[in-house]
């Protein structure tokens, strides 16, 4: 990998996520080597990759050079890799661009999307955890509606017209509401000779509550919000297969649809050499203690989405979003300076800032530990805190921008077909 040797210590960071940048931030002018690997040479702002899908913004607006990111800290090098394996005994890991030794590591390589065992979904079904996947989405989308104008089936037109989400968390209820806004503001202009009306958009999730994770008010008024807006909200219902048309369910209720995207749950991405049974969870977490350390290695750590830290007050481990994963990465920063000076580590205590969920144009749900509201001023307050929250002046700046502009116009100027998509499907 040509990185130079040095008299510093070596720390590897494999993941360019919120967990992985905010350590490699917090170890920057440091008196150590940081070496941070990931696939792509940018980070994405995965909470608004259901925009990009559905035309409020371009990929580059959520997405900054990693590079650009540290460049101006010492003795930091990024390397554009897919990391294979890790060999725990000679502190070594192997990747598609060669092996590189360490003196710690940790591993932040994030989730991936978690079909369950369900090889039909995974096969013939969309996901949304990335740039390209979210760009597919988005050629998918207008695709299908392009392709609706030409047949004269009417059964046909109508599923290439209707959308299935599977799983009302925050990435389903938010792609739901923006769908929603897309049939009622967008569609009627952009097809007047196609009945926009027979759209249909169904949210189907398996338990009997959506946004589980927040308040009951919170799941009860998105729940209405979508309802408002025409989603229709299908509860207790558990999807079993997916031929490329059809949707079967643990019921009778059948949907026929040629775009239905998976958001009904994450594992985390566990790389081989920490992928035995004694190292990850049955969500394929990476088992770790209070300091982040994998269980029974002293020197290797995982953090964000892929570290489980079970305790008494998190049996499962903390939820996988970008605040665990950011105050975890900044703190092992400080606990690995502990670590090389021989001081005690800080075990890490999560301090939950509350969540949130936008379902649409002055719609959205906000918790905070001590106060909980919806609607507009909670619409407000979700968009503020994403603006502020992505990375880089140029990048805040677009947004808002954007969203200013499709606030006054109700418009979403970003529905290009940029690099066309057809789905292989697969029986």
Known sequence: MNIPKSSFPRIVIIGGGFAGIALAKKLSKQEVQVVLLDKHNYHTFQPLLYQVSTGGLEPDSIAYPIRKVLQDFPNFYFRLAKVSEIDTEKNTIQSNIGALKFD????????????????????????MKTIPQSLNLRSLILENFEEALLTSDLN?????MSFVIVGAGPTGVELAGALAEIKKGILPKDYPDLDTRLAQINLVQSGDTILKTMSPNASKKAEDFLEKLGVNVWKNVRVTSYDGTTVTTDSDLTFESETVVWAAGVKGAAIKGLDAEQFVSRGNRILVNEFNQVKGIDNIFAIGD??????????????????????QGKLLGDNILKLL???????????????????????????LPNFKFQGVFAWFVWMFVHLFSLVGFRNRTVVFINWVYNYIRFDREARLIIRPYKKKLKS
Not at 108 to 121: H, Q, R, V
Not at 156 to 160: E, K, M, P, Q, W
Not at 306 to 327: L, N
Not at 342 to 366: C, E, H, L, Q
């Open 306 to 327: 892929v570290a489980q830290m079970e305790s008494e007050s998190v049996p499962h481990g903390h939820p996988m979003m970008a605040q665990p994963a950011i105050q």
């Open 156 to 160: 046909r037109r109508n599923a290439l």
């Open 341 to 367: 000076d021989k001081k005690p580590m800080t075990p890490f205590v999560y301090k939950d800032i509350g969540s949130m969920a936008t379902i649409g144009r002055n719609k959205a749900v906000v918790d």
């Open 104 to 127: 710690y590591l940790v591993v932040a390589s994030g989730s991936k999307t978690n079909y369950f065992g369900n090889k039909s979904i995974e096969d013939n079904s969309m996901e």
